[in-house]
């Protein structure tokens, strides 16, 4: 089983939609997650993290969920500058810090 | 403030070869980290520098060596290329402490290896 799992994509949807992401992940022991998001051919840039209480930042919010080790991200009226590839992050934090990342989800939000 | 440096942007190499990708940390951070994104992949973790030493090593071969200078900048060498090393490679700089989650990632290298 891979350590963090998202969905296979790619999520077509028009200007204003509601577009949902979901990822699993395999360590109990995480410690932090995140969500990244990456544009064609550039670096991964950190989005927003996720809190076991939820959190939103704009049309942005993600959710954690530990005991079912499950991380979500809910972007609410889909711009087309969204479009991107989304990128679910674990940080196992044992001592050192260093990210797993998910495979990735493409958006494709159109006109 | 400068972020994260990586040269070259791009690069091009012949199987059996070997190359090295260079990265300077942003100001203030310490710990360097490399990953591998391979086309349609998400990063792969290949090792983390701290103090000019490696410590952490992801799944990769003997094949990716690195290393760190004592301004916190560091290289990553890969010899014996293979077609399937061509890849955008990321390095990301950081706190070395584990609660820390404030990364910063370079621009990338992107090797093709033909």
């Known amino acids: 089983r891979k350590e963090v799992e998202q969905d296979p994509g790619p999520f077509n949807v028009p200007e204003g939609a509601t577009v949902a992401f979901n990822c699993t992940y395999s360590?109990?022991?995480?410690?932090?997650f995140f969500w990244y998001r990456q544009d064609c051919r550039k670096e991964p840039k950190l989005l927003m993290s996720?809190?076991?209480s939820g959190n939103e930042d704009g049309r942005f919010t993600a959710q954690l969920n530990r005991a079912s080790q499950y991380i979500s991200l809910l972007i609410r009226d889909s711009k087309l500058s969204d479009s991107a590839t989304y990128l679910c992050?674990?940080?196992?934090?044992?001592?050192?810090?260093?990210?797993?990342f998910g495979k990735g989800t493409m958006l494709l939000v159109s006109p | 403030d400068a972020g994260v440096t990586q040269s070259p942007t791009h690069l091009i190499k012949t199987r059996g070869q070997q190359v090295t990708l260079r990265c300077s940390p942003k100001?203030?951070?310490?710990?360097v980290s490399w990953y591998q994104q391979a086309l349609g992949q998400g990063p792969q973790f290949i090792f983390q520098?701290?103090?000019?030493?490696?410590?952490q090593r992801g799944n990769f071969p003997d094949r990716f060596s690195g290393h760190q200078f004592p301004n916190y900048s560091s290289e990553l060498n890969v010899n014996a290329l293979l077609l399937g090393d061509s890849a955008l490679y990321l390095c990301?700089?950081?706190?070395?402490?584990?609660?820390?989650?404030?990364?910063?990632f370079g621009s990338g290298t992107r090797l093709t290896v033909v």
């Open positions: 990301a700089s950081s706190f070395p402490d584990g609660d820390n989650y404030g990364y910063t």
């Open positions: 360590n109990s022991a995480s410690q932090s």
């Open positions: 996720v809190y076991s």
């Open positions: 992050v674990v940080n196992k934090g044992s001592g050192y810090s260093t990210l797993t």
């Open positions: 100001s203030g951070h310490d710990t």
């Open positions: 520098y701290y103090e000019e030493e490696e410590r």
